[in-house]
């Protein structure tokens, strides 16, 4: 990795940051819309934006006082979902099916765990609230992102 794409990974990651900040109080619990999701769908255009994601997740979640399980498993699963996101970045709408079913199992299964919920109902809540983020925001975001710079994040190698 070279110093601009640990920059670019760097803006990512405090973008990631901000979005959940100012979307706070939607951004937790087991309803959630987590507006910061819309930037999983990133990896589609450059792979420097995982680490990117990874950081953001694992620091809003630090920052903002969640529980460890939601700092270490939401972080790592916002880590698998990004990998798979670009690996099936040949197709958008597959490409962002990935945040949606990841973070609807892992953080479904850890918010039932944590706060003794019905598992399928909180994995359901959570993947809605991921999928409507993902392919309301996420998709057309990386849409207008290829029809103003192509195929790559600006400044990617």
């Given at each position: 990795m070279n110093v601009?794409?640990?920059a670019q990974g760097g803006v990512?990651?405090?973008l990631y940051i901000v979005l959940t900040a100012l979307f706070a109080p939607?951004?937790?619990g087991e309803v959630q819309l987590r507006i910061s999701e819309a930037?999983?769908?990133l990896p589609v255009l450059s792979p420097v934006s995982i680490p990117g994601l990874f950081v953001g997740c694992f620091l809003s979640n630090l920052l903002f006082g969640q529980p460890w399980q939601d700092v270490v498993f939401g972080s790592l699963a916002t880590l698998f979902a990004a990998v798979l996101t670009y690996r099936l970045r040949r197709n958008v709408w597959l490409a962002a099916a990935m945040p949606v079913l990841v973070n609807g199992v892992v953080i479904g299964l850890m918010l039932s765990v944590l706060y003794q919920l019905?598992?399928?109902a909180t994995m359901l809540t959570v993947a809605?609230?991921?999928?409507?983020?993902c392919f309301v925001l996420g998709v057309p975001m990386i849409r207008l992102l290829r029809a103003r710079f192509g195929d790559r994040l600006p400044g990617s190698a």
């Open positions: 601009r794409a640990i990512i990651a405090a939607i951004s937790f930037l999983t769908l019905p598992a399928f809605l609230g991921e999928a409507v983020v």
